[in-house]
């Protein structure tokens, strides 16, 4: 059985920093793609950034230059580095990682980050 766990999530102030991190768990998993949304109350969950197979990067527009996603493959893990935290980037975090071969996709709980003006 697969497991996606993020973690890293908190209260910071605005201007701080946190590390989120994807962890996955399971029998021969290997991860093509790890994208980060987020979810604020009353609204839809939206795209942050998205990492491939072979380590290229894309953002959203409103954390481009903030935000920087890596991964390392050999420990199945992503990462989202989030600095200059705006109180607008309060939301749940959650990790979507896509399955190597048959592009199965898995979420994660969800980790709270909430950023204090």
């Known amino acids: 059985q697969v497991r996606v766990m993020e973690s890293g999530g908190g209260l910071v102030q605005a201007g701080g920093s946190l590390r989120l991190s994807c962890a996955t768990s399971?029998?021969?998993?290997?991860?093509?793609?790890i994208s980060w949304y987020r979810q604020s109350p009353g609204n839809q969950r939206v795209l942050v950034a998205h990492?491939?197979?072979?380590?290229?990067?894309d953002y959203a527009d409103p954390v481009k230059g903030r935000f920087t996603i890596s991964r390392d493959s050999a420990k199945n893990s992503g990462y989202l580095q989030m600095n200059s935290l705006k109180p607008e980037d309060t939301a749940v975090y959650y990790c979507?990682?896509?399955?190597?071969?048959?592009?199965?996709?898995?979420w994660g709980q969800g980790t709270q980050v909430t950023v204090s003006s």
């Open positions: 979507l990682v896509r399955r190597v071969g048959d592009y199965q996709d898995y």
């Open positions: 990492i491939n197979i072979g380590g290229s990067a």
């Open positions: 399971g029998s021969a998993f290997v991860m093509n793609t």
